[in-house]
Structure formats: C-alpha cells, structure tokens
C-alpha cells in the first residue's frame, strides 16, 4: 500500500508564493502523480500531473503559467510550486498517485490519495 503525506501548506496574501511537497512511501511503485484541490463548496478539481520521467506535464488552465510540477523519483517526492497566487486558489489540495502512466486529469485515474493541506490566500 502507498501512503502519501503532504506538506507546505500554509496562508498567504494574494501575489505570494507557497511550495508544497508530497511524500510517497510504503510499496512505491506508482507512475503518474497529480496535484488536485477542493476550494469551499467546490468539488475537487485537477491542477496538475507529471509522468513517471516528468517527460509529460498537464495542467489546468487556470493554473497554466503559475504553477510548476516537478517529482524526484529518488526521494519519491512529487512537489507544486505556486506563484502569483490569487485568492481562488484557497482550497485543500491533494497529492495523487496511479499505477498507470495516463497523464490525465480524471480523478478516477488516480489510485492514492494523500490527506490535504490547506492553502489559503488573503486579499
């Protein structure tokens, strides 16, 4: 089983940045890991995934240009660089992992699910 724990969440004001960390661990063999967030009464949403080589990227467009997906597969890590950060961005937002290797933006995809971290901007 694949644990993930997420890390850096935090509050910031509106143009601020905030790095947040996922950590896989447990039997470790997934592929594609993504980033979904869950703003207030809002379903979750796809943000971003990144292949297994980070060779693929996806990201929705209302993140396009802000937000950075990298991974280091020798720390099993999956990390969300979030700049500019505007306040409808304030949400939970989850660390996923799949066994497959489709890049995709579909919840159902994804395998395993961290916990959340709260991200908060102010206006």
């Known amino acids: 089983q694949v644990q993930l724990v997420e890390s850096g969440g935090g509050l910031v004001q509106a143009g601020g940045s905030l790095r947040l960390s996922c950590a896989a661990s447990?039997?470790?063999?997934?592929?594609?890991m993504g980033w979904f967030r869950q703003g207030p009464g809002k379903e979750r949403a796809f943000v971003a995934a990144?292949?297994?080589?980070?060779?693929?990227?996806t990201y929705a467009e209302s993140v396009k240009g802000r937000f950075t997906i990298s991974r280091d597969n020798k720390k099993d890590t999956v990390d969300l660089q979030m700049n500019s950060l505007k306040p409808e961005d304030t949400a939970v937002y989850y660390c996923?992992?799949?066994?497959?290797?489709?890049?995709?933006?579909?919840?159902?995809?994804?395998?395993?699910w961290g916990q959340g971290t709260q991200v908060t901007v102010s206006s």
């Open positions: 990144i292949s297994f080589t980070g060779g693929l990227i």
């Open positions: 447990g039997r470790v063999g997934v592929n594609t």
């Open positions: 996923a992992a799949q066994r497959g290797i489709r890049v995709g933006n579909a919840s159902r995809e994804y395998d395993y």
